[in-house]
């Protein structure tokens, strides 16, 4: 039997950056991916958020990605709002089709040591104290130290660890298609009694259609005749659909897995939530979710860092998504086409126009306003540190360079050599910097200069030091394990 530390199930968006994570920090890795391509069918997610892309810049890649999408200034919340003025290098939305991104991911992957095996599923498994035997459709099967469902909303890996799924059933459903169409459609949105509907421009030339149906409907596989049948109802014609290269359905099912974690079996991904796209968030916290997983899971397969960090991730993640779950409900009730819903709607369109809520909320939808609760303190304590340019004794650097590999940083502000940390030496990079500008936070605005920070892998801020070192070491225990030699 073929062992790796870790098997992920699942090589979408999700397994893919897990596997990118666990690969940079040396843990042999593998995914088990049912497609036998990273084609997808459909172009799915729309866009990455600006957190994201940040997470992307962390490692490096960002670019790529950049380069193949177009800018949009604004995040959706029932109406548009504007991250221009966010402090930020990526204070847009990304507009770039999801088949893109997972090629982009796949071949950022591809340059790395991790084992892909195509065309195959992984159909069970079984844990003991020491591992998990994963099952395969062939037969075969592997041995791996922990075991990571990225395998979607249908998560099997959840289903067979018995994870309840609790949540909200559906209300509504979708069709969606791309295809091609012989006449010029009424591009945009449309609302009309059923709701909101749009045609706007897909991958390739063609149009991505999706349709609020008129009854709930759950077969995800629907027909052309189905989508020519609700365009004909909701704008007269069918603008001559033909030629589609993909047609299915979602609803606006809730559901949040109740535990991320049994033993040595974790979730990340859809496997862990489901809701519906408005916002365009589910890939996005997907993505964040891997980075968030892959160090500390790299830490305790290494034995650098007790196995009781993995509990953290629940601890941080379920609520970020529990947000989003939320959010994504409001904007669904948000679109109901009754009068008193369109009256609610006006209200929040009118609260959002203002600075605060406006910021507040837009924030939360590009993932910049995530707060980890790592107790009271500085208000970096728990946020994504920014992306400053430092002054260093060899020249100019950015914050999110010294993320690349990513290995946690001790960045010392204050005076050079001013603090030790030899007992983490091996883990932790010491960087003596110098940075006089301001420190700005997305929705919080300007706060006090830290004169140390310690950043996590995953860029979010563990430790602020404020002249003293009080609480340097118990983070850095906490953290990044027991000094060398304790
Ligand atoms: C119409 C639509 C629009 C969307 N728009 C957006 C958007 O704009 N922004 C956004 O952030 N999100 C959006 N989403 C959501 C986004 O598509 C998902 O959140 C994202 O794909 C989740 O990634 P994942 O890797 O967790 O899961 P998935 O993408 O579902 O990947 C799971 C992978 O696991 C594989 N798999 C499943 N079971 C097994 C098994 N047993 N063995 C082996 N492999 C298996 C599958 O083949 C698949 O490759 C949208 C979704 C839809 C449907």
């Known amino acids: 039997m073929t062992a790796h530390a870790v098997v992920i199930s699942g090589g979408g968006p999700t397994g893919l950056m897990l596997a990118g994570e666990l690969a940079l920090a040396g843990v042999d ?38 380069a193949q999408g177009q800018k949009h200034p604004v995040v959706h919340f029932h109406v548009p709002l504007d991250i221009s003025d966010f402090p930020t290098r990526h204070n847009y939305v990304l507009g770039l089709f999801q088949n893109r991104i997972e090629r982009i991911l796949a071949e950022w992957v591809g340059e790395l040591p991790v084992t892909i095996h195509r065309g195959r599923e992984v159909t069970g498994f079984a844990q003991d104290d020491t591992g998990v035997d994963v099952a395969l459709s062939d037969g075969q099967s592997l041995r791996a130290q922990y075991l990571v469902g990225c395998d979607g909303g249908r998560s099997l890996i959840r289903k067979a660890a018995g994870i309840e799924f609790p949540g909200w059933d559906p209300t509504t459903s979708w069709l969606i298609a791309e295809a091609a169409m012989a006449e010029e459609p009424k591009w945009g949105f449309h609302h009309d009694a059923l709701g909101t509907h749009a045609i706007g421009k897909g991958d390739g030339g063609s149009a991505r259609i999706v349709l609020t149906e008129q009854q709930l409907r759950l077969d995800s596989e629907p027909a052309l005749h189905e989508v020519s049948e609700a365009l004909i109802a909701i704008y007269g014609t069918d603008y001559g659909i033909h030629s589609p ?22 979730l990340a991904g859809d496997a862990a939530h489901v809701h519906p796209p408005v916002g365009g968030q589910g890939l996005n916290i997907g993505v964040q979710d891997a980075v968030n997983l892959g160090w500390k899971l790299a ?25 989003v779950l939320r959010n994504t409900m409001a904007q669904v009730a948000l679109r109901r086409p009754d009068d008193r819903s369109k009256a609610l709607g006006g209200t929040v369109a009118e609260l959002l126009g203002m600075h605060e809520p406006r910021r507040r909320i837009a924030a939360e939808m ?41 290995r946690p940083v001790l960045l ?16 932790v990079q010491l960087i003596d910097a110098k940075y006089d500008g301001t ?14 920070v310690l950043i996590r892998p995953d860029g979010y801020v563990a430790w602020v030091g404020d002249l003293t070192q009080l609480g340097l070491a ?5 953290w990044f394990g027991s000094p060398a030699g304790a």
């Open 412 to 427: 010392n502000l204050g005076v050079p050599g001013g603090i030790d940390i030899t007992p983490w030496a091996d883990r």
């Open 245 to 266: 290269t993909w047609i299915s359905r979602f609803t606006d099912m809730t559901r949040q897995a109740a535990v991320y974690r049994d033993r040595r079996v974790l």
């Open 29 to 66: 890795v593998a995914i088990v991916e049912r497609r036998v391509s990273q084609e997808l069918a459909g172009s799915r997610a729309g866009g990455l958020h600006s957190r994201t892309i940040e997470v992307l810049d962390q490692r490096g890649i960002a670019d790529q990605f950049v």
């Open 439 to 452: 420190w700005e936070l997305p929705a919080i605005g300007v706060v006090t200069a830290p004169t140390a």
């Open 474 to 478: 118990e983070a850095l225990s906490t």
């Open 299 to 323: 830490r305790v397969i290494k034995r650098t860092s007790a196995e009781s960090l993995l509990d953290t991730y629940h601890a941080e993640r379920h609520p970020v998504a529990a947000r």
């Open 366 to 406: 590009s993932g910049l306003g995530i707060h980890y609760d790592l107790g009271k303190g500085h208000p970096l304590l728990g946020r994504r540190v920014p992306d400053l340019d430092l002054a260093t004794a060899n020249g100019p650097l950015r914050v999110f360079a010294l993320l690349h590999d990513a």
